[in-house]
């Protein structure tokens, strides 16, 4: 059985390396990108302070995100590419940092207690194929060392798993 160790939030470079340490132990010698999928969203909320929602989405083709493996409120399915905070990155290939959810033209409410987010993109050689997407109550939740962190973890993620083609 896999235990999540508490870590000290203060020192988030410090926290972000330690979840990265528990994640790669977690996925150690799972190929399964659904259930690492999973089990990497159930890491990230239990241990992430401040959290809602946590989760992963797809492209399912050049125009379309399909929603993954989550922790939080259902959430919407379908995202289309250039849409939201999530389509919206997929475009410009960049991990977005939303302060405020409500100062973001076009921003997708799955869940109204949502106020800031942050979206990191899946990589692998074909190009970016996902990402992971969280969402906080609290306006201005996530900084740059946020998303240096959980960019480390869907680095570990994309490592540990195999894709189809
Ligand atoms: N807020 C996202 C939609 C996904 S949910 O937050 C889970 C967006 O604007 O793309």
Redesign the pocket.
């Given at each position: 059985m896999f235990a999540a160790q508490t870590i000290d939030s203060t020192d988030k470079p410090t926290f972000y390396r330690e979840l990265a340490t528990q994640l790669k132990a977690l996925l150690d010698g799972e190929s399964d990108s659904v259930a690492n999928a999973a089990n990497t969203s159930a890491l990230i909320f239990q241990m992430v302070p401040d959290l809602n929602?946590a989760?992963f989405y797809f492209l399912a083709s050049d125009e379309e995100l399909v929603l993954g493996p989550f922790q939080g409120k259902p959430?919407?399915v379908r995202?289309a590419v250039g849409?939201?905070?999530?389509?919206t990155a997929i475009d410009l290939e960049m991990s977005m940092l939303v302060k405020d959810?409500h100062e973001f033209e076009g921003?997708?409410?799955?869940?109204a207690a949502?106020r800031s987010?942050l979206v990191v993109l899946l990589r692998d050689d074909q190009g970016v194929f996902g990402l992971i997407?969280l969402?906080s109550p609290t306006p201005g939740r996530f900084d740059k060392d946020d998303q240096a962190g959980i960019e480390a973890l869907a680095a570990i993620y994309v490592a540990a798993s195999a894709f189809e083609d």
């Open positions: 929602w989760g959430a919407c995202i849409k939201g905070v999530c389509g959810v921003h997708i409410a799955c869940d949502s987010e997407d969402d």
